[in-house]
């Protein structure tokens, strides 16, 4: 009887180094496909993450597979931002610091995010989610008197596509272009604003 616990626990063992060790492969390919872009291989991933190339392939058959699983740890990590935002107490700081997590995360990937389109669906839960809690801050933030009252989640959403296409259009790494475009735009966006 006492012979049981020995067995189950050695079969959850490999499972948390498989775990571990998708994650330390997940964040030696962000840092490769950030520096490398499109033609960063297999090998140089695993070199990064300290794994052999075919722990990498147990996990992940192929690159398609390992960018599958990134686009969807972004949409996670976006959606993280978003309740983040939201659950700040000032609407204004949390759409401020929701907007530069926009813009770092797609600094991060400019140089592969050709490779992350289309990975998730139009009709992605997680992404619905995004969407909707972007609404509830923009509200929050008009509520609030931050924001024009007639701004609306679907202009911060457009905000949030401009911001990826900006840093998609521009060779700096700093993201002085990306943060003086959302400067400017949310100046334009809030309650204060001059009217013409």
Known sequence: MRERPGPSSSRRAPRRDAVRNDAVVLQAAREVFAEQGPQASMESIAARAGLGVGTIYRRFPGKDALLDAIARLFVDELDEASAAALADPDPAAGLE??????????????????????????????????????????????????????????????????????????????????????????????????EG
């Open 97 to 194: 610091r929701f907007l530069d997590f926009v813009g770092a995360f797609n600094t991060e990937k400019r140089r592969y995010a050709s490779l992350l389109a289309g990975r998730i669906g139009p009709d992605d839960e997680v992404s619905r989610r995004t969407f909707e809690r972007i609404r509830q801050l923009t509200q929050k933030a008009v509520d609030a008197g931050h924001l024009a009252p007639d701004v609306t989640g679907d202009d911060i959403r457009a905000l949030v596509a401009a911001i990826h296409a900006v840093v998609a259009a521009t060779p700096d790494e700093d993201g002085s272009a990306w943060r003086r475009f959302v400067r400017i735009h949310l100046a334009g966006l809030r309650a204060d604003r001059t």
